[in-house]
Each structure stands twice: as C-alpha cells, then as structure tokens.
T-cell receptor
Framework: DAGVIQSPRHEVTEMGQEVTLRCKPI?????LFWYRQTMMRGLELLIY????????DSGMPEDRFSAKMPNASFSTLKIQPSEPRDSAVYFC????????????FGNGTRLTVT | DAKTTQPPSMDCAEGRAANLPCNHS???????VYWYRQIHSQGPQYIIH???NNETNEMASLIITEDRKSSTLILPHATLRDTAVYYC?????????????FGTGTKLQVIP
C-alpha cells in the first residue's frame, strides 16, 4: 500500500487567501485524523472522522477552519481566509477500527501564509 | 485519555541500548500504551504498543510495569538514524471514540 498520501507537500499563500489541503487515507481504514504541528504548540489534533462522519472537531481552532470527508478515500482541510498564524505543518493520519490499531501518518503539508 | 510524562531530552551512544521512560500513573485498565517517533519533520511513525504484557518487534521492545503506571521503550542497539522525538501515548478505544493526543515527547540524540 502507498500509505497515507497528502497534497500538496508545500503551500505558500498570502494572507486572506483560501487554502485547501488534501488527504488520501490507506484503503480500508475506518478513521481519519487531521493534526497541526508548530514549534510552540507541538502536535495538535484538529478533527477526526469515523466512517466519513466527523466525531470530534473540538480541536479546530476557529470557524475559518473546516474539514470534510465526502468518501472513504478522500478528505480535505480548508482554511478560509488564511492568516500568518496558520503557518504550520498539517498531518493527516488514518487507522483501522479495533483494539490496538496504530495511526499511520502522511508526510504532511507545510503551509506558509505570508 | 490518561496523561503521560516523559523527559524532554536524552542522549545515547551509538551501538548502546536506548531506554526511554514514560510515566502514565493515571492509566485505566482498557488503555493501551503506544510509542511513536518523529524524525526531523516527517510524519510520526508507529513503533510499538502494548496493554500489560511486554512486547517486542523488529524495531524495539516495550516493558510495562506490573501496575501499568509506567513503561520503557528500549532500542537495543541505537544508531544515528534513531535520533528523533519519541512520543508515549495512552489511548482508549471504544464506541467509536478514538481521540489520540500527543504530548511533547523525548528528544533522543544518538551520539557517534
């Protein structure tokens, strides 16, 4: 399997622009997670889905952030409008359901908002 | 999920065993202990997990104390490529609830 695939790897945008990050989870996985990593705050869980349904979005920082999972093989994280403080590495991860199933992470998208 | 405590940093000589401790004194009976590592700016990589028995795989060994309040990840022969941040997580699963949160981890530096 190719693993979790994220795109783009790098994104540079200007403040106020809309940004869309994409994730393809491992086929057959039931859970999908979005994380954000910064030096100051470390790895933060933003939202996770179970069978395409959002379960917990309490980590989404503001209404400017939204996430969707229209089907089992695709998810997006959108920021509109973007701000410089959104600059971070955003990771997507997926896992199977069931006891003991680990998370498998993608290589992340490095977002820079100028 | 229970809170974990790890030392912020550790050094280990190349070729020696690296022993990374984790305290999880409030762990519940249905929570697993997981270890991940993050090399540079890559996505975290799963290493190993356990419930109450000691576990070993091709990457590492996990020793969990009998009371389950702490654990140790052992890299038997550390190499320079093991330099990374290591995260210890305890995690419960049930009823669709699978929130997984990371702490600050231990930065392991393997020294030549």
């Amino acid at each position: 399997d190719a693993g979790v695939i994220q795109s783009p790897r790098h994104e540079v945008t200007e403040m106020g622009q809309e940004v869309t990050l994409r994730c393809k989870p491992i086929s057959g996985h039931d859970y999908l997670f979005w994380y954000r990593q910064t030096m100051m705050r470390g790895l933060e869980l933003l939202i996770y889905f179970n069978n395409n349904v959002p379960i917990d979005d309490s980590g989404m920082p503001e209404d400017r952030f939204s996430a969707k999972m229209p089907n089992a093989s695709f998810s997006t994280l959108k920021i509109q409008p973007s701000e410089p403080r959104d600059s971070a590495v955003y990771f997507c991860a997926s896992s199977l359901a069931g006891l003991g199933s680990p998370l498998h992470f993608g290589n992340g998208t490095r977002l820079t908002v100028t | 999920d229970a809170k974990t405590t790890q030392p912020p940093s550790m050094d280990c000589a190349e070729g020696r065993a690296a022993n990374l401790p984790c305290n999880h004194s409030t762990i519940s009976g249905n929570e697993y202990v997981y270890w991940y590592r993050q090399i540079h700016s890559q996505g975290p990589q799963y290493i190993i997990h356990g419930l109450k028995n000691n576990e070993t795989n091709e990457m590492a060994s996990l020793i969990i104390t009998e009371d389950r309040k702490s654990s140790t990840l052992i890299l038997p022969h550390a190499t320079l490529r093991d330099t990374a941040v290591y995260y210890c997580i305890v995690r419960v699963y049930g009823g669709g609830y699978q929130k997984v949160t990371f702490g600050t981890g231990t930065k392991l530096q393997v020294i030549p």
